[in-house]
């Protein structure tokens, strides 16, 4: 009983020490380098990071007990999405925005 709860309590310390660095690889959602991000999880100070060694880009948000690598990265791949589809979608409007306004008050 005794060598056995030794044994569990080692695996309990090791799995506790390598629970901070959860670092994984994923390619880069701005240069599309294939293994180029790296997640960090900072559970201590609640900060999680996903960084690009090759174009520099990085992306910071909060982390908890549950917070994955593979989270990190999708959270920052949708704000990439979201950025992107708010930039076209202001660059179509700037232009032709105030018209198609202007247009529709006149019509109604």
Same mark, same amino acid.
């Given at each position: 009983m005794g060598k056995r709860k030794s044994r569990v309590s080692k695996m309990l310390a090791t799995a506790k020490k390598a629970a901070p660095k959860l670092e994984t690889a994923f390619s880069c959602p701005f240069c599309d380098h294939g293994g180029a991000v790296e997640c960090s999880i900072d559970i201590?100070?609640? #900060?999680? +990071? /996903?960084?690009?060694?090759?174009?520099? /880009?990085?992306?910071? =948000? =909060? /982390?908890? /007990?549950? =917070? +994955?690598? #593979?989270d990190v990265y999708s959270e920052w791949i949708d704000q990439c999405e979201l950025s992107k589809a708010a930039a076209a979608a202001g660059d179509d409007d700037d232009d032709h925005h105030h018209h198609h306004h202007r247009k529709t008050k006149r019509r109604s």
């Amino acid at each position: 009983m005794g060598k056995r709860k030794s044994r569990v309590s080692k695996m309990l310390a090791t799995a506790k020490k390598a629970a901070p660095k959860l670092e994984t690889a994923f390619s880069c959602p701005f240069c599309d380098h294939g293994g180029a991000v790296e997640c960090s999880i900072d559970i201590k100070h609640m #900060i999680a +990071e /996903a960084s690009c060694f090759v174009c520099q /880009a990085r992306y910071s =948000t =909060t /982390a908890h /007990a549950l =917070t +994955e690598p #593979i989270d990190v990265y999708s959270e920052w791949i949708d704000q990439c999405e979201l950025s992107k589809a708010a930039a076209a979608a202001g660059d179509d409007d700037d232009d032709h925005h105030h018209h198609h306004h202007r247009k529709t008050k006149r019509r109604s």
